[in-house]
């Protein structure tokens, strides 16, 4: 019975490493799909939005909390002042 508590305990103290690793691969992926907007649609941005997810994904490798922040707070700056973004 102590092994299933030990276990038990152990998956406990991982979800946040794991919702971290997952936030990670899903901003990568939405960093491929902004990738391909970019060069398909032709929206006239520049290359500096896609620092939007890629400086999120670096930040929530470490810290889930503060990339998903930085990850909100670069994607209000887009929306708030575009001209900054566009090419």
């Known amino acids: 019975m102590s092994r299933v508590a ?3 305990s152990g998956l406990i103290n991982q979800i946040p490493l794991l919702f971290a690793k997952i936030g990670t691969v899903l901003l990568f992926i939405l960093t491929i799909g902004m990738a391909a907007r970019y060069f398909f649609a032709l929206s006239g941005y520049s290359y ?4 939007v997810p890629i400086a999120s ?5 470490k810290k889930l909390d503060e990339g998903t ?3 909100v707070v670069l ?3 887009l929306f708030l002042f575009p001209e900054f973004f566009l090419g």
């Open 69 to 71: 922040l930085l990850f």
């Open 6 to 8: 030990n276990l038990g």
């Open 48 to 51: 500096i939005i896609l620092l």
């Open 75 to 77: 994607l209000a700056l």
């Open 57 to 61: 994904m670096a930040v929530m490798w």
